[in-house]
């Protein structure tokens, strides 16, 4: 191994091989429920290193966990505790290489960080719309290795829906540069969208041109309390009739996710928590002007309080409460990690199953597992929910996950198939569900998914165990 190291460090430079010290920012995943241990982390400068340190890697033998900003929420980017895996961290290759206006487009580095490509956009006049609370600290390639999803889905789509093309370092460390900036291009299998979403298991992203869009001349943001969430899910309905592209933001959050956030950020100032079960943010990106977005805002709320979907609303009166309102949303996951080790489950379902879902399997969970307390939050404007699950009050949440967590994912994952939903809506899969995957996918799917890995990595050296079982 130390042959393999010290040919590591003539491609990047001994400073961008990491081998001692501490380690845990790149060895420990965001919740903090595995600690790995890496061979090396590797921090190569440009793609062309990238390429030597793959074939390196690959003569060696040596499997590879690409890593951007390792905020991934499925153990998908940090190294096992074998000691013998290489952290390919792509953070220092961060240039921005090209904005093409004319085209709407934007390419950049996989380690740009996602909210200095939405500041780069912004002041080149236009707007990159993908946006999420780990914005500060994640990058373009882990979007792309995890197909991001976040809040303007409903309107933007995901990740992939973003990207136009990639530059790609192969198992075999070869490039594959597909940069191209078309919107259309049929020419055969879509390469691109393979990689998109294959969680570092088929290569690894080294650059890609992104879409741009138009910045809207207003944002405004409203808060609303809902009886129900048949309320809410008629809620989204009526916004979306009246707004149509204009709603750019549709979140959902249970009572105890604002208790909860309200507990741990008491500055936040939260409109109207305790009173009403459930609380719904509304986001209208309007192309006219701020007094344009206002009116139809109004009205929507008007309609919405007459129809009584909405108990009580707050519309934002500046780019400042906006911003707070949006805070508060984001930082529901930051109070759970506050709280405590908790089960997540990032899941979809057809957005008008979402009321029968929540209510039966909030029955079934609370009576296989009394005094567990429900976060229960997300993106209700694509039928994404974050249902994830807090250990009674007073329960050690690591002694409540081990004792717990199969049986109650067992519960949700059985409910998932009874209405139509995934197991993952955008986090992925990594190693967290790698092991629920067969028993949730088709075996068609899943046998089609395995030849792909085959053919793009024979080897198995990317990031193996995740996504698909080793
Ligand atoms: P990492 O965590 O470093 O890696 C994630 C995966 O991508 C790993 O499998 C890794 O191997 C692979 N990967 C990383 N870089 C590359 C590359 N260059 N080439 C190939 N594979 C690569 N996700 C959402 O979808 N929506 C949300 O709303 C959302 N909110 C979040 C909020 C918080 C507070 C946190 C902590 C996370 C959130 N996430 C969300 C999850 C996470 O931020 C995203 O998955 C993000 O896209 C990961 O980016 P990253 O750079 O941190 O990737
Ligand atoms: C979000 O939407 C993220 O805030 C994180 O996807 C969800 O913590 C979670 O479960
Ligand atoms: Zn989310």
């Known amino acids: ?100 206006a004319a085209n709407l487009t934007v390419t950049v580095e996989a380690g740009v960080v996602l909210q200095s490509l939405q500041q780069i956009a912004a002041e080149a006049g236009f707007l990159y719309p993908l946006s999420l609370a780990a914005e500060g600290s994640c990058t373009i390639g882990g979007n792309l290795g995890t197909n991001a999803g976040g ?33 259309k291009d049929n020419t055969g299998y879509d390469l691109r969208d393979l990689y998109i979403g294959s969680e570092g298991t088929l290569g690894v992203i080294t650059a890609a041109t992104l879409k741009l869009f138009p910045q809207p001349a207003a944002k405004l943001t409203a808060f609303a309390a809902v009886p129900s969430m048949e309320a809410a899910v008629e809620l989204l309905g009526l916004a979306q009739r009246e707004l149509s592209a204009g709603l750019t933001g549709f979140e959902v959050m249970n009572q105890f996710s604002l208790q909860l956030t309200d507990q741990h950020f008491p500055n936040l100032r ?21 007094a344009h977005a206002r009116e139809r805002f109004d009205h929507v709320m008007e309609l919405a309080l007459e129809q009584g979907l909405v108990l009580d609303a707050v519309i934002a009166e500046s ?115 790698v092991h629920s995957l067969p028993k949730y996918k088709s075996p068609v799917a899943l046998q089609l998914m395995r030849q792909i890995k085959q053919a793009l990595d024979p080897q198995g050296i990317m990031n193996p165990g995740r996504v698909l079982e080793a």
């Open 151 to 183: 809040t303007a889905v409903l309107r933007y789509g995901n990740t992939r829906e973003l990207c136009l093309g990639l530059e790609v370092v192969t198992a075999q460390g070869e490039i594959w540069n597909g940069l191209s900036g078309l919107r």
């Open 1 to 100: 191994m130390s042959t393999l190291i010290s040919h590591l460090q003539s491609i990047v430079g001994t400073p961008h091989v990491l081998t001692e010290g501490d380690l845990s920012a790149y060895e420990q995943d965001w919740r903090r429920r595995i600690h790995g241990k890496a061979l090396a982390v590797v921090r190569p400068g440009s793609t062309e290193e990238v390429a030597q340190v793959v074939k390196a890697c690959a003569a060696a033998g040596v499997s590879i966990v690409p890593q951007g900003g390792n905020t991934g929420m499925v153990e998908g980017s940090v190294p096992d505790e074998s000691g013998q895996q290489v952290v390919l961290s792509l953070t220092r290759m961060n240039a921005v290489r090209k904005i093409d």
């Open 319 to 433: 780019v400042a409460q906006s911003k707070n309102l949006w805070h508060i949303r984001e930082s529901i996951p930051l109070a759970q990690a506050q709280e405590g080790l908790n089960i997540k489950h990032d899941i979809s379902i057809p957005v008008s199953n979402i009321p029968r879902f929540v209510a039966e399997t909030d029955a079934l969970i609370a009576a296989a597992t009394p005094g567990v307390r429900m976060v229960d939050f997300g993106h209700l404007g694509d039928g994404n929910l974050h249902y994830n699950v807090q250990a009674p009050l007073g329960d050690d949440g690591e002694a409540f996950l081990k004792r717990e967590e199969k049986r109650i994912n067992t519960i949700v994952y059985e409910q998932l198939m009874k209405h139509g939903g995934s197991i993952s809506a955008e986090h992925g899969v990594g190693s967290l569900k």
């Open 270 to 290: 939260i409109p109207f928590t305790a009173d009403h079960p459930w609380c719904v943010l509304l986001e209208n990106s309007d192309n006219e002007s701020e």
